[in-house]
């Protein structure tokens, strides 16, 4: 008893360590700059959500106007009410809950990694998440795009909940699960796991734990589901199926409607969201004329399309080692697949049969899969016109070549790696106290492999941000790879040392990192005031010394087509609107111009800005043609930003 209780206490004594080591460092590097940087405007809802819920209890039923134009889930204003209760600056509200969750992230990954590869493993499968440019990146915000958080605690309760056969952990998983789609509804791929757990190892489920889940659940989504039964479930019925069109007549909704928008440097077919706001992808609408053979190869085109291009999606943050993002997702498959094998040949009816054999059947499958997925049926089944271009060509050829060498090489080291499966399947686990580790790392690949592989199918093509709450789990085969498995074959310890250090290289040579700690050397961590907020301080100065707390306050910036797009959806949204919450919060100034555009002919002042900000995407921005007004005079200047004022003529 007392060494199980030391055994517990050093464990948790890794644990603290990991996350409060790595997650101040990353908190650190993803705040660094915080007073340089503007207002988000898509967290405007969710902040003003949670004001409402602070004032007067009134309980968040609506998130942002999400790609779809429709209302998204408005669980992040919950954890926006804490940094409210703190901070006073408005760029900061987001801070308290987006650490909590972040560290708690970490915390989920050192637990899972640990169990199933190990505390190497876990250690550095806390520094490639924490560290990296996805960790850093929800560090600092709850930008709604799905929270790593409750995929990996949902995973951790599922290996639970089949390695200790106990429904309390099933009913922890979907009860996480659910808050996180609160929070985003781009965790539906995870609730796949949960299925796909129960037809492999068929745990008896209790009823009781489940009822509790499903209260949870009911919970934690009335006021969102009440808010859709007034709406015809229009906003919920688009997040699911994908498809919504974009509002045809926003203008109507402007105050000025014959202004028109130019994009500064192209844009995605004029809207600034994803290039398919229907939801639908190229074989959702096929022609009625298409046969059904046709039709088969077009929807195989799709998948193919979507499969393809996501693959590499968190496995290709910049980094200055060339290749490196196919290095990483080698590793990670590399894992997945020698877990899955390990799982496959101890199945009863597998075990049973010579491994010899059965590398040699796996080796035979990848040689005649190599001769028949060939230039030829590529181009009959995936190119529209029966033709590829010669780089597909290559890439094919290549394919096919890998593969079948792979085949080969299988065939002549079947043997070796037999005995290699033998050494991975020995009991050394039992000495770090892990005797159950190959049956956790099936678990595990199922958790890991099946979300992954529902996400690529699904998921548009070039939505890569729609993939980043993968990473946290993806992160941990990568460790394996360096970690464990150079371990299990006894490798010298040097050899998994600097193996961790490359990877280590791999993932943190993204230049944002080397600019954020220049910038810290070079200002300070918090960094030098941002120009609009300064432009904004400005303005409110000169209201203050009038005694006022209302204006007409205009602006003419670069904003992204969206913000003045969705006003029809929701009058908050317009060019300019989290500029009116810095004030609103800040300063306790209300903003009387409520246009669209950002501008009306009453405003007393008005912010020009003149170019984009360094932070600012320019493929996504729009101007407006806003024709000179001579009665502005500007009366200060902040960087790109001019703050003007009206003069008004004698007598008026």
Not at 75 to 102: K, N, Q, T
Not at 313 to 322: A, G, L, R, T
Not at 496 to 512: C, D, F, K, R, W
Not at 615 to 624: A, M
Request: aromatic share 12%.
């Amino acid at each position: 008893m007392d060494f199980r209780s030391a055994f517990v206490r050093k464990d948790s004594i890794h644990l603290i360590l990991a996350v409060l080591v790595i997650g101040t460092i990353g908190v650190l590097l993803a705040l660094q700059g915080w007073n340089s940087r503007s207002m988000i405007f898509d967290n405007l809802n969710f902040i003003d959500a949670a004001d409402q819920l602070l004032k007067d209890g009134t309980l968040p039923d609506r998130g942002d106007v999400s790609s779809y134009w429709v209302f998204a889930t408005p669980g992040p204003a919950w954890f926006m009410v804490p940094g409210m209760l703190v901070f006073s600056d408005p760029r900061l509200y987001e801070v308290i809950g987006s650490v909590f969750l972040y560290a708690g992230t970490l915390a989920g990954i050192f637990l899972i990694a640990r169990m199933c590869f190990g505390v190497r493993c876990a250690y550095l499968s806390v520094a490639l998440f924490g560290l990296s440019r996805i960790g850093i990146f929800y560090a600092a915000t709850l930008w709604s795009i799905g929270h790593p958080f409750f995929y990996i605690w949902a995973a951790y309760f599922c290996i639970r909940w089949i390695k200790e056969q106990n429904s309390n952990y099933l009913a922890a998983a979907i009860s996480v699960w659910s808050i996180g789609m609160y929070v985003d509804m781009v965790l539906a791929p995870a609730a796949f796991m949960f299925p796909a757990l129960w037809l492999i190892y068929r745990p008896r489920l209790k009823l009781a734990p489940l009822a509790v889940a499903a209260a949870i659940t009911a919970v934690t989504w009335f006021p969102y589901i009440r808010l859709q039964v007034e709406r015809d479930f229009v906003d919920l019925k688009s997040l699911v199926m994908r498809q919504h069109d974009r509002p045809v007549d926003f203008k109507q909704a402007w105050c000025q409607p014959a202004l028109t928008a130019h994009a500064l440097v192209g844009d995605r077919n004029d809207t600034g969201s994803e290039s398919l706001l229907s939801g639908n992808d190229s074989t959702s609408e096929l022609p009625a004329q298409l046969t059904m053979y046709e039709g088969i190869k077009s929807r195989i085109r799709g998948v193919y399309g979507k499969f393809s291009g996501g693959l590499l999606y968190n496995f290709d943050q910049p980094s200055k080692i060339p290749g490196s993002e196919l290095i990483l997702l080698i590793l990670a498959l590399a894992t997945l697949v020698g877990v899955a094998i390990r799982a496959l040949l101890s199945v009863r009816f597998v075990a049973g049969l010579d491994r010899r054999f059965c590398l040699a059947v796996l080796a035979w499958l990848a040689i005649v899969f190599a001769l028949l997925v060939n230039e030829y049926t590529v181009a009959h089944f995936l190119s529209v016109n029966g033709s590829l271009s010669s780089s597909t060509v290559a890439s094919i050829r290549i394919g096919q070549t890998i593969l079948f060498i792979c085949g080969l090489l299988l065939l002549w080291t079947r043997t070796m790696l037999s005995g290699f499966l033998d050494r991975m399947s020995s009991n050394r686990s039992a000495e770090n106290g892990n005797p159950d580790s190959a049956a956790n790392q099936a678990m595990f690949a199922v958790v890991a492999a099946v979300p992954w592989f529902v996400m690529l199918m699904i998921a548009e093509h070039g939505t890569d941000n729609r993939f980043w709450w993968l990473w946290s789990i993806q992160v941990i085969p990568i460790a394996a790879a360096v970690t464990y498995i150079p371990e299990r074959l006894g490798w010298p310890r040097i050899t998994a040392s600097l193996a961790s250090i490359g990877v280590l290289m791999m993932l943190l040579t993204y230049p944002e990192l080397g600019s954020r700690l220049e910038a810290w050397s070079g200002s300070g961590w918090s960094g030098p005031r941002a120009n609009d907020v300064e432009a904004l301080d400005y303005v409110a100065e000169q209201m203050k010394v009038d005694g006022k707390k209302t204006a007409a306050i205009g602006y003419q910036i670069f904003f992204q087509n969206y913000m003045a797009v969705s006003h029809i959806v929701d009058p908050r949204y317009k060019v300019g609107g989290e500029l009116d919450l810095f004030l609103r919060d800040r300063f306790g100034i209300t903003n009387l111009d409520k246009c669209a555009e950002g501008i009306s002919s009453e405003d007393e002042y008005r912010i020009v800005q003149l170019t984009p900000r360094l932070t600012q995407t320019r493929s996504y921005l729009q101007s407006l043609d806003i024709p000179f007004d001579p009665r502005y005079r500007q009366i200060k200047q902040f960087g790109p930003y001019q703050v003007l004022k009206v003069e008004r003529l004698s007598g008026n």
